[in-house]
């Protein structure tokens, strides 16, 4: 009995550290702090990026935006940087061998321009909007008549296509209808102060009588969309769009077209 007592509280003592470690937001989050990498750009975001030069010893790269994230690089002095991106105080710099790493406001403070100045620090800016990944976003607008809103969710495949997801209502006079579709995206160029983008995609409506008369049911629909519209950034993370689509819904083996004009806010991460 002694034996079995002494082997229980054994398997207890080993087993609960492992049990607290795996309980513990912060150890928790400090793994998954280490196993981030930081992302990759390419040779054209460097190109256009701001150079600076770096004028202390050295400069530390971190995996993440945070001070929770390990080093991985430094960058030593006499050496230029090109400053991709920013997440609120942390900056995505990459060197001339294409090592990336985030730094500090600080650090990059403590650099200079190929002119010998001081560097000023470049804020969220619209080539930023073409460089996060997920975007989310309303719109309201018209489509023949009925009034329209929209919620949105996207994420980028890669710098000049995403897909979006959006849930949307109707309101007119006489019908109440939802909308759910989900499109491909297409933005070709951030070199402008606005991103003009095509869209493409397929969905499925339903629509519903205000009237309760016996034998109403709701009339479901699928249809497919393209569209074209522009965004613009206007501060901050936040974007300004508007579009206008054209709808071909299938409805008993018919067709009817429908345009919907529609203007909405987008904020990206």
Same mark, same amino acid.
């Given at each position: 009995?002694?034996?079995?007592?002494?082997?229980?509280?054994?398997?207890?003592?080993?087993?609960?550290?492992?049990?607290?470690?795996?309980?513990?937001?912060?150890?928790?989050?400090?793994?998954?702090?280490?196993?981030?990498?930081?992302?990759?750009?390419?040779?054209?975001?460097?190109?256009?990026?701001?150079?600076?030069?770096?004028?202390?010893?050295?400069?530390?790269?971190?995996?993440?935006?945070?001070? +929770? =994230?390990?080093?991985?690089?430094?960058?030593?002095? $006499?050496? !230029?940087?090109?400053?991709?991106?920013?997440?609120?105080?942390?900056?995505?710099? *990459?060197?001339?061998?294409?090592? %990336?790493?985030?730094?500090?406001?600080?650090?990059?403070?403590? %650099?200079?321009?190929?002119? $010998?100045?001081?560097?000023?620090?470049?804020?969220?800016?619209?080539?930023?909007?073409?460089?996060? #990944?997920?975007?989310? +976003?309303?719109?309201?607008?018209?489509?023949?008549?009925?009034?329209?809103?929209?919620?949105? *969710?996207?994420?980028?495949?890669?710098? /000049?296509?995403?897909? !979006?997801?959006?849930?949307?209502?109707?309101?007119?006079?006489?019908?109440?209808? =939802?909308?759910?579709?989900?499109?491909?995206?297409?933005?070709?160029?951030?070199?402008?102060?606005?991103?003009?983008?095509?869209?493409?995609?397929?969905?499925?409506? !339903?629509?519903?009588? #205000?009237?309760?008369?016996? $034998?109403? #049911?709701?009339?479901?629909?699928?249809?497919?969309?393209?569209? @074209? +519209?522009?965004?613009?950034?206007? +501060?901050?993370?936040?974007?300004?769009?508007?579009? =206008?689509?054209?709808?071909?819904?299938?409805?008993? /083996?018919?067709?009817?077209?429908?345009?919907?004009?529609? @203007?909405?806010?987008?904020?990206?991460?």
């Amino acid at each position: 009995m002694q034996r079995h007592l002494i082997l229980v509280l054994s398997l207890c003592l080993w087993a609960f550290p492992s049990l607290a470690q795996q309980n513990n937001p912060a150890q928790q989050e400090n793994h998954k702090a280490q196993e981030k990498q930081p992302p990759q750009v390419s040779s054209d975001d460097i190109n256009q990026a701001l150079k600076v030069e770096v004028i202390d010893p050295y400069l530390e790269l971190h995996t993440g935006p945070g001070r +929770g =994230y390990p080093v991985i690089y430094v960058v030593e002095k $006499g050496e !230029e940087i090109a400053v991709i991106s920013r997440r609120t105080t942390w900056y995505l710099i *990459a060197d001339r061998r294409g090592k %990336t790493g985030w730094v500090t406001r600080e650090s990059l403070a403590r %650099t200079l321009l190929d002119t $010998g100045t001081p560097v000023a620090l470049p804020e969220t800016r619209h080539g930023d909007f073409l460089r996060h #990944k997920i975007r989310l +976003g309303f719109t309201v607008g018209k489509q023949e008549g009925s009034d329209q809103i929209g919620l949105l *969710a996207g994420y980028r495949l890669s710098r /000049n296509f995403g897909v !979006e997801a959006e849930y949307g209502q109707l309101f007119a006079e006489t019908v109440d209808g =939802y909308q759910q579709s989900i499109s491909l995206i297409v933005e070709p160029t951030d070199r402008w102060s606005f991103t003009p983008f095509l869209a493409a995609g397929f969905g499925r409506q !339903e629509l519903q009588l #205000k009237e309760k008369l016996p $034998g109403n #049911k709701p009339v479901n629909d699928d249809f497919r969309s393209l569209g @074209i +519209g522009v965004n613009a950034y206007i +501060g901050f993370n936040f974007v300004l769009r508007g579009e =206008y689509r054209h709808l071909t819904i299938f409805s008993d /083996n018919d067709t009817v077209s429908n345009a919907i004009w529609r @203007i909405g806010f987008s904020s990206f991460f």
